[in-house]
């Protein structure tokens, strides 16, 4: 474990040195890798720097038991070891935690996409509920969220909302969130107080570059239409609003949100690029099989993953079996203990993989 330490620490001095270095500040792509790969690395850094200083202090306990003579100097050494050796264990752990490989894509932005299911127009509600709580938790991060498209369901909410979300590890965060997420609720549009259960889908891509999908611009069909809803005076008056249609594969994106027809079409190829990406990405997994399958399931959007009862106020992950019963503050944006429980759920099971 040393050794991978100190491979990552000279790593570190590399990249430090890099990034300053005026070519490479002049050449951003290559800045922004780097940047990323350095507060990475710093992390690790961080955490074995304290690492080697609990080993020195344990080093330095060990030599005073073994020449001091003095009852109580060797009682304080004793119980220093005592408590060094918890600290040694402890940060061990979190250092076994940051060197199991991660997933190549948690530094990246993301393509969020929410969708009505079944429930009629209390599914839409539903959804733009769903819409709110993320928009409220990355109001908290500090992330950047970017309308591209949403279709208005006609009792509220949305038929279907696509945004993209930039920030720092946006998809290491919010990669679970993929799935159906299901309401058990009396809607507002219910008139004798029954419960009704509805749902709505979850899809988070995460954002590709040109790099890492190659798309010809020859298999890509492009309409253009005028824009619907919300928008000024542009509505309905200029061919702004963007279709694209890639005819391999047969997936569609549209994006209206901009009153500028280049800025549309950039927005919807980047959704389409996150999609070819997704398409591609799950091919692999199933040539891998059960080899990839996780308890917390495959990010699939048709797995049925979280319940929110309103009735009870409970709100359930049935991948880990984890329930709060604080349905408010989640939907209020509050929903760090579901992603740290299923953080330390993929964690658990790497780490049993990697021990195998």
């Known amino acids: 474990m040393v050794d991978k330490l100190e491979a990552i620490k000279v790593r570190f001095d590399e990249v430090s040195e890099a990034i300053l270095d005026p070519n490479i500040m002049s050449d951003m792509k290559r800045y922004t890798s780097l940047n990323k790969e350095y507060k990475e690395l710093n992390k690790i850094v961080e955490v074995y720097n304290k690492y080697k200083n609990i080993l020195a ?41 940051l060197l199991i490989p991660k997933d190549p894509n948690d530094s990246k932005n993301i393509i969020l996409e929410i969708r009505g299911g079944t429930g009629g127009d209390e599914a839409s509600i539903f959804a733009g509920d769903i819409f709110r709580m993320y928009q409220r938790y990355c109001d908290r991060m500090g992330w950047k969220m970017e309308l591209i498209d949403a279709t208005e369901g006609t009792s509220g909410g949305y038929k279907e909302i696509i945004c993209a979300v930039s920030g720092d590890d946006v998809y290491g965060k919010l990669k679970f969130e993929s799935g159906v997420h299901r309401v058990q609720r009396v809607p507002a549009t219910e008139t004798q107080g029954r419960i009704h259960t509805s749902a709505a889908s979850v899809a988070v891509l ?50 209206q949100d901009e009153k500028s027809q ?15 990406y997704e398409i591609e990405l799950k091919k692999q997994q199933d040539e ?38 604080n349905l408010p503050g989640v939907m209020d944006g509050n929903i760090d203990d579901f992603i740290e429980e299923l953080r330390l759920a993929e964690n658990a099971q790497r780490l049993t993989q990697e021990a195998s």
């Not at 890509?220 to 005819?247: E, M, W």
């Not at 280049?262 to 070819?276: P, Q, T, W, Y």
């Not at 106020?313 to 049935?318: E, G, I, N």
């Open 57 to 97: 202090n344990i080093d330095s306990s060990k030599k005073v038991l073994s020449v001091e003579k003095d009852p109580d100097f060797r009682e304080m050494a004793k119980e220093e070891l005592e408590s060094l050796a918890l600290q040694k264990d402890e940060i061990e752990l979190v250092i076994k935690e």
């Open 206 to 255: 995460p954002e590709v570059e040109e790099v890492d999908v190659q798309l010809n611009m020859n298999d890509i069909r492009k309409d253009t239409f005028c824009s619907s809803g919300p928008g000024g005076q542009s509505v309905n008056t200029t061919y702004s609003a963007i279709r694209l249609t890639h005819i391999p594969s047969g997936t569609v994106v549209q994006c």
């Open 262 to 276: 280049i800025k549309n079409f950039e927005k919807a190829l980047k959704v389409l690029r996150s999609r070819i």
């Open 288 to 325: 891998l099989g059960a080899q990839r399958n996780s308890m917390i399931g495959s990010g699939d959007r048709s797995d049925k993953i979280r319940t929110y009862n309103y009735p009870q106020s409970r709100v359930t992950d049935h991948r880990i079996g984890y329930t709060v019963h």
